[in-house]
């Protein structure tokens, strides 16, 4: 189920566009408006819920399945030297869009602190 006020949800429906890198049944992955490294893309379920809290045991399947699929593609996305995969949860996270997603930082060093 997608959600009419979501933007993550409207850039899967194609309502708003986006760079795309990867789509199959499941996710999309796409670049980051805003990069925080040289590669910023975001993984984003086909489904919309907000974080881990509201996923399902059928969405957690999925996703791990989204992360199985990303292990397999890491040379191809230039990440063949390393990655970060994040997803923000609520305040204290700074999630800003309430559609759970994965950061993947890379292609370049990261530091070695996260806060
Ligand atoms: P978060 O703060 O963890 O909720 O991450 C939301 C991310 O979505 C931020 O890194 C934004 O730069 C990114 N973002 C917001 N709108 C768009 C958009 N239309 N296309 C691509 N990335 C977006
Ligand atoms: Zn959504």
Redesign the pocket.
Known sequence: MLNDNC?FCK?IKGE?P?TKIYEDDDMLI?????PQAKIHY?LLPKEHYANILEMTEEQSVKLAKCIKKLSTMVDELGLEEGFRLIS?KGKYG????EHL?I?ILGGNQLADKMC
């Open positions: 933007i850039i708003i986006s796409i670049k980051d408006l805003n975001l923000n700074c999630q800003s869009v997603h950061h």
